[in-house]
C-alpha cells in the first residue's frame, strides 16, 4: 500500500509527497498579471509541505479568463509573474504546475466575493465590461447570462492555437506540470458534454465526436510539453445533471487520453447542469477517480471536500487514487500536509517540526520542548 507521504515519480518529476494544492482562483490578477499576493500565495504552501502546488486557471486568450481578476498566459510578458512563482515553490521544495484554460460560455462573469453570477451595473460601475464569450454551441450557463457564439473552424483553430502557445509560455516560466483544464462547463467541458454542445459536424454528436476537440489540445501539448514532464487533464467525471456526461463515458475519454500521454486524470465533477444530482458529502469524488484509476489504466488525482488527514491517507493507501488534492481545506491550513504529518503519526515524536522549512521548524521543536518541560512540571505539581 502506498502512504500519504511517499514521494510520487511522474517521467522524471519526483514529488516529494502525495498531497496537491489544488488550482483555485484568486480573482487578483490586473490584465492577467501576476503579481505579489500570488508570489505570497502560492509561497505559502510550499512552505506548508505540500508535494505539488498548482496555480489556478491561468487563462489562454483575455476572453478566456472567468473574470477580470483571472491570471493569464497569453502574452510574453506575463512570464515573468509567473516564474517569480515558480523560483519560489522550488526552492521550498515542492513541484510548480500550472492549470491553463479557456472560461468559454462561462467567461465575463462577476468576481464571485461580488456575487458569481452575470456581470451587473455594479460591476461596469467597478471597471468590470463584458466581452464576447465562445462555446461549443450558442447555448447560455443560464437565464440572465451572455449567450456565447458557436466556435466555427476558424475559431476552433485559434483556439487550439492559444493553448499550444500558453504551454510554451508555461514551460519558459519553469513549470514542471502542466494541467490542461477540461471540466467544471468550461471551454472544452461544453464540448464534451450532450447538455451544451448540439453541434452537427465533426466536433458534436456522437461521444467520438465531442471528445474531438479536448484530445486535438491534449495531443497537441503532449508534443510541446517535455517527454521528461508530466502532463495531467482535470475532467468533469459527470456533469451535474444524470442527463449529461457519465461516469462510463469520462473512462472512455480517460483511456484515450492515456493513450495520447496525459499521465494524471484530475477527476473532478460538475459545472454543467442547474443541479447536481449525485452524492455530495465528504469525499464525495473520490469514487469516480477510484473508478478511473481501475477502469482505465490511468493515474488519477482525488478532490472533493477533503478535510482530514484520515481522509487523505486512506485515499492513497486504499489504491483510489494516486495523488490527493487539497483545496479549501488548505485555504484554511496552508500547513495541511504538515499537520497531517504530525497526526498521522508520521514525524518524529521527539522532533516534530523536522520536515518543516529549518526557520521555522528550529523555532516550533523548541517552543514544544518548553510545552512540554511546562506540562510536565504542572503533572509533577499535581502529584505532590
Same mark, same amino acid.
Given at each position: 500500500?502506498?502512504?500519504?507521504?511517499?514521494?510520487?515519480?511522474?517521467?522524471? #518529476?519526483?514529488?516529494?509527497?502525495?498531497?496537491?494544492?489544488?488550482?483555485?482562483?484568486?480573482?487578483?490578477?490586473?490584465?492577467?498579471?501576476?503579481?505579489?499576493?500570488?508570489?505570497?500565495?502560492?509561497?505559502?504552501?510550499?512552505?506548508?509541505?505540500? /508535494?505539488?502546488?498548482?496555480?489556478?486557471?491561468?487563462?489562454?486568450?483575455?476572453?478566456?479568463?472567468?473574470?477580470? /481578476? &483571472?491570471?493569464?498566459?497569453? &502574452?510574453?510578458?506575463?512570464?515573468?509573474?509567473?516564474?517569480?512563482?515558480?523560483?519560489?515553490?522550488?526552492?521550498?521544495?515542492?513541484?510548480?504546475?500550472?492549470?491553463?484554460?479557456?472560461?468559454?460560455?462561462?467567461? @465575463?462573469?462577476?468576481?464571485?466575493?461580488?456575487?458569481?453570477?452575470?456581470?451587473?451595473?455594479?460591476?461596469?460601475?467597478?471597471?468590470?465590461?463584458?466581452?464576447?464569450?465562445?462555446?461549443?454551441?450558442?447555448?447560455?450557463?443560464?437565464?440572465?447570462?451572455?449567450?456565447?457564439?458557436?466556435? $466555427?473552424? &476558424?475559431?476552433?483553430?485559434?483556439?487550439?492555437?492559444?493553448?499550444?502557445?500558453?504551454?510554451?509560455?508555461?514551460?519558459?516560466?519553469?513549470?514542471? #506540470?502542466?494541467?490542461?483544464?477540461?471540466?467544471?462547463?468550461?471551454?472544452?467541458?461544453?464540448?464534451?458534454?450532450?447538455?451544451?454542445?448540439?453541434?452537427? &459536424?465533426?466536433?458534436?454528436?456522437?461521444?467520438?465526436?465531442?471528445?474531438?476537440?479536448?484530445?486535438?489540445?491534449?495531443?497537441?501539448?503532449?508534443?510541446?510539453?517535455?517527454? $521528461?514532464?508530466?502532463?495531467?487533464?482535470?475532467?468533469?467525471?459527470?456533469?451535474?445533471?444524470?442527463?449529461?456526461?457519465?461516469?462510463?463515458?469520462?473512462?472512455?475519454?480517460?483511456?484515450?487520453?492515456?493513450?495520447?500521454?496525459?499521465? #494524471?486524470?484530475?477527476?473532478?465533477?460538475?459545472?454543467?447542469?442547474?443541479?447536481?444530482?449525485?452524492?455530495?458529502?465528504?469525499?464525495?469524488?473520490?469514487?469516480?477517480?477510484?473508478?478511473?484509476?481501475? $477502469?482505465?489504466?490511468?493515474?488519477?488525482?482525488?478532490?472533493?471536500?477533503?478535510?482530514?488527514?484520515?481522509?487523505?491517507?486512506?485515499?492513497?493507501?486504499?489504491?483510489?487514487?494516486?495523488?490527493?488534492?487539497?483545496?479549501?481545506?488548505?485555504?484554511? $491550513?496552508?500547513?495541511?500536509?504538515?499537520?497531517?504529518?504530525?497526526?498521522?503519526?508520521? @514525524?518524529?515524536?521527539?522532533?516534530?517540526?523536522?520536515?518543516? #522549512?529549518?526557520?521555522?521548524?528550529?523555532?516550533?521543536?523548541?517552543?514544544?520542548?518548553?510545552?512540554?518541560?511546562?506540562?510536565?512540571?504542572?503533572?509533577?505539581?499535581?502529584?505532590?
Amino acid at each position: 500500500m502506498a502512504n500519504l507521504f511517499d514521494p510520487l515519480d511522474l517521467r522524471s #518529476v519526483r514529488l516529494r509527497n502525495r498531497l496537491a494544492l489544488s488550482p483555485m482562483c484568486q480573482y487578483e490578477a490586473v490584465d492577467g498579471f501576476a503579481n505579489d499576493y500570488h508570489l505570497v500565495h502560492y509561497g505559502k504552501f510550499a512552505l506548508g509541505g505540500f /508535494g505539488l502546488v498548482m496555480v489556478e486557471a491561468t487563462a489562454v486568450t483575455p476572453e478566456g479568463r472567468i473574470t477580470h /481578476g &483571472d491570471l493569464g498566459l497569453w &502574452d510574453d510578458a506575463q512570464i515573468e509573474g509567473l516564474a517569480r512563482i515558480v523560483s519560489m515553490v522550488k526552492s521550498q521544495g515542492a513541484t510548480p504546475a500550472i492549470q491553463i484554460a479557456h472560461a468559454g460560455p462561462k467567461a @465575463s462573469m462577476q468576481r464571485p466575493y461580488y456575487g458569481d453570477g452575470p456581470l451587473t451595473d455594479e460591476d461596469f460601475a467597478r471597471g468590470d465590461h463584458p466581452w464576447k464569450v465562445v462555446s461549443a454551441s450558442a447555448i447560455p450557463v443560464d437565464d440572465g447570462w451572455l449567450t456565447p457564439e458557436e466556435l $466555427d473552424a &476558424d475559431g476552433l483553430a485559434r483556439i487550439r492555437g492559444a493553448f499550444a502557445d500558453t504551454a510554451h509560455r508555461a514551460l519558459v516560466a519553469g513549470f514542471e #506540470v502542466l494541467e490542461l483544464h477540461a471540466a467544471h462547463g468550461y471551454l472544452l467541458n461544453s464540448f464534451l458534454s450532450p447538455l451544451t454542445n448540439q453541434r452537427t &459536424d465533426a466536433y458534436g454528436g456522437s461521444l467520438e465526436n465531442r471528445m474531438r476537440l479536448p484530445l486535438e489540445i491534449a495531443r497537441e501539448l503532449r508534443a510541446i510539453w517535455p517527454e $521528461d514532464k508530466p502532463l495531467f487533464v482535470r475532467i468533469s467525471a459527470v456533469d451535474g445533471s444524470r442527463d449529461g456526461v457519465t461516469i462510463e463515458d469520462s473512462v472512455i475519454l480517460a483511456r484515450e487520453l492515456a493513450a495520447i500521454g496525459v499521465d #494524471v486524470l484530475d477527476v473532478s465533477s460538475g459545472g454543467v447542469g442547474r443541479t447536481y444530482d449525485h452524492p455530495n458529502g465528504y469525499g464525495h469524488q473520490v469514487p469516480y477517480a477510484a473508478q478511473i484509476s481501475r $477502469d482505465a489504466g490511468i493515474r488519477t488525482m482525488a478532490v472533493g471536500l477533503i478535510v482530514t488527514p484520515d481522509q487523505a491517507a486512506a485515499v492513497v493507501a486504499n489504491g483510489q487514487a494516486d495523488l490527493v488534492a487539497i483545496g479549501r481545506e488548505a485555504l484554511h $491550513d496552508p500547513h495541511f500536509p504538515h499537520r497531517a504529518e504530525r497526526a498521522l503519526g508520521a @514525524s518524529n515524536t521527539e522532533t516534530p517540526f523536522d520536515s518543516w #522549512v529549518p526557520q521555522i521548524g528550529w523555532w516550533l521543536n523548541a517552543r514544544e520542548r518548553k510545552i512540554r518541560r511546562l506540562d510536565g512540571a504542572a503533572l509533577a505539581e499535581q502529584a505532590v
